[in-house]
């Protein structure tokens, strides 16, 4: 019997445009597996999206990014209506997004975060809480959104010409140079396995949302000429992370490596599945088609009931 599966795409984040791609994306290769298919672009309308969830489908999968659709807010409505959906579930959705949290839980487990202070814009914009370079991120954002970097010599307002839309408190980090990595882990508890490493560099100075998104905004290099030592203790330590948040599904976890330590920055629990993403990437390099990847993820979609 063929499996009815809504795709829901789109959102009010600051990833919107991202997210719809990915559902585009994800759309068209369910199809093509054979599943009915009905694509949903969310928005701020929580009786319209109930209405169009009935009667339920089988599976939805969740292709939002970011605040409200990444974070368990849209987890615990399909909770309630008893849906199996892809990617995490509430608990482990709301603390990958919480940066702060994620990384008290994860430095429990022993894996290297950086330093940081979280505190109000004010008070940054007053003094510098560490010495530069300091990085700034939101404290509940995905994609990099927000995120950027304090040199030594800047002389550019801290937040430039955003106002800084994510909220009055805001996370300060100790800029950790060298290698970025990432590393996607497939399955649920014991079972979660890394699929690669991928190292990632770009001519923007980091791996920031254009990076991500922009066609040539970066270089991705699929395990080959990454150090078997180095490459085996990033998937280690994103199977932790997966295990320790509870993630099931499909995560991606992205490191940096200092030539001495191996610094866990964050989880993505929806990670990106456009014609630029890392995950895709990862999958082709075990052999997993794009089609097969979606398929996998309807096929073991769960939601806690």
Same mark, same amino acid.
């Given at each position: $019997? ?6 829901l795409?789109?959102?009010?984040s ?6 719809? =791609? ?23 309308? $929580? ?6 969830l ?13 605040? *409200?659709?990444?974070?368990?807010? =849209?987890?615990?409505?399909?909770? /309630?209506?008893?849906?199996? *959906? ?5 608990l482990?959705?709301? $603390?990958?997004?919480d ?18 202070? %979280? ?13 530069? &370079?300091? =990085? ?12 950027? %970097? =304090?040199?030594? @010599? ?7 010409s ?8 805001? /996370? ?23 699929? +690669? ?6 001519? @923007?100075?980091? *791996?920031?949302?254009?990076a991500? *998104? ?20 990033? $998937? ?27 610094? %866990? ?9 456009? &014609? ?6 990862? +999958?082709?390099? %075990?052999?997993?088609?794009?089609e ?14």
């Amino acid at each position: $019997m063929t499996k009815n599966v809504v795709v829901l795409m789109g959102g009010w984040s600051a990833e919107r445009e991202v997210s719809l =791609v990915s559902g585009a994306e994800c759309t068209n290769a369910l199809k093509n597996a054979g599943y009915a298919v009905t694509p949903i672009d969310v928005q701020r309308d $929580m009786g319209a999206l109930l209405t169009r969830l009935l009667p339920r489908p089988d599976v939805v999968f969740n292709a939002l990014h970011g605040r *409200y659709g990444e974070d368990g807010c =849209v987890q615990g409505l399909l909770d /309630m209506l008893g849906v199996a *959906y892809t990617h995490s579930g509430l608990l482990a959705s709301a $603390m990958a997004m919480d940066k702060p949290l994620a990384k008290r839980l994860f430095a429990a487990e022993g894996l290297t975060v950086a330093e940081e202070v %979280i505190l109000d814009r004010q008070s940054l914009m007053d003094s510098d809480p560490m010495p530069r &370079p300091f =990085v700034i991120k939101p404290l509940n954002e995905g994609s990099s959104v927000g995120v950027h %970097i =304090v040199m030594d @010599r800047d002389n550019e307002p801290l937040f430039g010409s955003t106002g800084w839309p994510y909220g009055e408190k805001v /996370m300060v980090e100790k800029f950790i140079p060298g290698r970025e990595l990432t590393v996607a882990v497939m399955g649920k508890g014991d079972d979660a396995k890394a699929m +690669a490493v991928t190292e990632i560099s770009t001519h @923007r100075g980091f *791996y920031d949302y254009d990076a991500k *998104y922009e066609d040539g905004g970066s270089v991705h290099v699929v395990s080959e000429g990454i150090d078997n030592i180095l490459a085996d203790e990033a $998937m280690r330590s994103a199977e932790v992370a997966h295990r320790t948040l509870g993630c099931r599904g499909i995560s991606r976890s992205d490191f940096r490596f200092d030539g001495k330590d191996l610094y %866990i920055l964050e989880t993505n629990t929806q990670p990106g599945m456009t &014609p630029t993403s890392l995950v895709p990437e990862q +999958a082709a390099e %075990i052999g997993m088609s794009f089609e097969n990847l979606v398929s996998w993820m309807v096929e073991n979609a769960e939601c806690d009931e």
